[in-house]
């Protein structure tokens, strides 16, 4: 079992990625619900890809450099954070206000997202003695570069993600049931919709360096959508959604550790089985 | 809440209201309405006729080209902010797969503006207890939306704009959807909010028998609301004392109605004045 070397054998290098890998797992299992039922999934898929130009900026930075400091790693992560939460609030402002449809806004943005971001990533090869990112890496996650730095992200981003929801809650499940009844007893949707915005941008960024600009969106998608296959109480769905999206990220990693092949294929076709058998499980139960 | 107001206040009072969308002839002209609190008014009229549109004005989510629009003493979007119109629209927007319970979504009004680190207080409960039992879905509270029917559902969203104890209710086709058991069913629990609860009811339907005609069961021979106002762009029709004559309705619906509502003694008893 390399699964056990790589976690508690004497060069045990894959503690953090496991680290970070819960955490994402957890938030992503809160969040994932609320994504299914607020049909956010294209949603996450744009800020995701809007990642990838956030990627190409850092690298053209010489922030993802080998041998950059913690410093200049956490300035990279700023700014794919600010990519993301960017594309998450542009995408809400060009559907509502510009009144484009909203799946066109994200079709815009990712693409030129994509597109920005592959380009830098070319410029930055192209200099003489730079080191060169991982583009494959990116797009479908790398756990060998999650070090502690990205472990501890994880971890907080869970926390303050965690305490704004629950600080939010009541508004929140009132807005996502029934937006234009909640704004006509005064929740204010718009303040609701950026603060789901920022934490979907901020979940995307540490989910991605587990499962890649491509596949973040399994884990944002996928643990609700098999919750909601088997549960009908807003309780027992967030439980099953958390679990299905331990159990998805503890099956893909194994996975993925076994046969040294990227995580992020291996977590989302752990995710895309469990939605099978919960779907299966549904109809069975008929 | 705030302390009662006079009854010599109107709920709703419309004065010389008019509104155009831009580039269509007016939907809503001149029109002058009163309604007394604790009052129920049925607002007919041909679908295109400015029904939804005078709603939208009544409830502050249009403001009118000219005239004047009064809820209880107050502009409608004070009114609104107040909680002093509950609101079911005819198509809710509100997402039936979604895992809540009944109680939960009468909930979710009622905890509005409540700060997240305070539990509901009993007043609240209280309040959500009363709501679900005014519109008879006491048994099924802990029920999930999604298993509910169609006329269970709409009962759940009248529970829902019951829960910040309003004390005018505007309903906009609450009937059109429901097959005529539960169309029954909402018609009790809509009496009852009327004349035990003293709410004020404006409903706005294209379904003239269900407003207008004598019920049977509990309030018999009483009519669910107590005048009809008829609107095609003006109100055609209004407190007039020999009713909703055959020949008002064919001239809101450009149709002799005659053959449908003939057996329906269609009416606008005088408004009665409660002590």
């Known amino acids: ?286 | 809440m705030s302390p009662p107001l006079p009854d010599s206040v109107p709920a709703i009072r419309l004065k010389g209201v008019s509104f155009r969308w831009p580039g269509h002839p007016p939907a809503v002209e001149d029109v002058t309405l009163e309604v007394r609190q604790g009052e129920s008014l049925a607002i007919i009229g041909p679908n295109g006729g400015g029904k939804s549109t005078l709603l939208r004005l009544i409830l502050g989510e249009l403001t009118p080209d000219s005239g004047s629009v009064e809820v209880l003493g107050m502009s409608p979007s004070e009114a609104r902010r107040a909680r002093r119109i509950g609101y079911l629209p005819q198509r809710s927007a509100a997402d039936r797969t979604f895992p809540v319970t009944v109680r939960q979504t009468v909930e979710m009004a009622a905890l509005v503006g409540e700060p997240p680190w305070r539990r509901p207080s009993a007043a609240i409960r209280t309040r959500v207890d009363l709501a679900l039992a005014r519109v008879n879905l006491e048994d099924l509270a802990d029920r999930s939306v999604a298993e509910l029917s169609g006329g269970q559902f709409q009962r759940t969203l009248l529970a829902r704009a019951l829960a910040v104890d309003p004390p005018i209710l505007i309903l906009d086709e609450p009937t059109s959807a429901l097959d005529p058991g539960a169309q029954e069913q909402l018609g009790e629990v809509l009496a009852r909010l009327q004349s035990l609860d003293g709410l004020t009811l404006v409903i706005v339907s294209h379904d003239i028998r269900a407003m207008a005609a004598p019920r049977s069961g509990s309030e018999a021979g009483r009519a669910l609301c107590d005048r009809v106002a008829c609107l095609r762009r003006t109100l055609h029709f209004h407190d007039a004392p020999e009713g909703i004559t055959p020949q008002v309705l064919a001239h809101v619906f450009e149709h002799d109605l005659s053959q449908v509502f003939g057996d329906v003694r269609v009416l606008a008893r005088p408004t009665h004045h409660r002590e």
Request: aromatic letters at 8%; hydrophobic letters at 60%; proline letters at 3%.
């Open chain 1, 1 to 286: 079992m390399q699964t056990l070397d790589y976690l508690f054998g004497p060069y045990a290098t894959m503690q953090p990625a496991a680290a970070a890998a819960l955490a994402v797992a957890l938030l992503c299992g809160i969040l994932s619900p609320l994504v299914v039922l607020r049909r956010m999934a294209f949603v996450g898929q744009g800020i995701s890809h809007a990642a990838f130009g956030g990627v190409g900026v850092a690298a053209v930075l010489g922030l993802f450099a080998a041998g950059a400091g913690t410093g200049a790693l956490l300035g990279a992560w700023g700014v794919v954070a600010v990519f993301c939460i960017a594309a998450g609030l542009s995408i809400g402002m060009l559907s509502r206000r510009q009144g484009i449809p909203e799946d066109t806004a994200i079709g815009v943005l990712l693409v030129a997202s994509m597109a920005l971001g592959f380009l830098l990533l070319q410029m930055q090869r192209g200099r003489a003695g730079s080191t060169s990112v991982s583009v494959e890496g990116f797009l479908f996650g790398q756990v060998a570069t999650i070090g502690p730095l990205e472990a501890w992200l994880a971890w907080v981003v869970l926390a303050v993600a965690l305490a704004a929801l629950w600080w939010i809650r009541r508004p929140l499940l009132f807005w996502a049931f029934d937006e234009p009844m909640a704004e006509s007893l005064g929740i204010q949707g718009g303040r609701i919709r950026a603060a789901l915005m920022v934490i979907l941008a901020v979940t995307v960024v540490v989910t991605m360096q587990l499962a890649g600009v491509i596949l973040a969106t399994a884990m944002i998608v996928l643990p609700g959508a098999a919750a909601l296959q088997v549960a009908r109480r807003t309780s027992t769905v967030l439980l099953a959604s958390l679990a299905f999206g331990v159990a998805g990220v503890v099956v893909g990693l194994v996975m993925s550790f076994e046969t040294d092949w990227q995580p992020g294929p291996n977590i989302a076709l752990a995710y895309v089985a469990l939605f099978g058998l919960a779907r299966i499980w549904n109809a069975l139960r008929r």
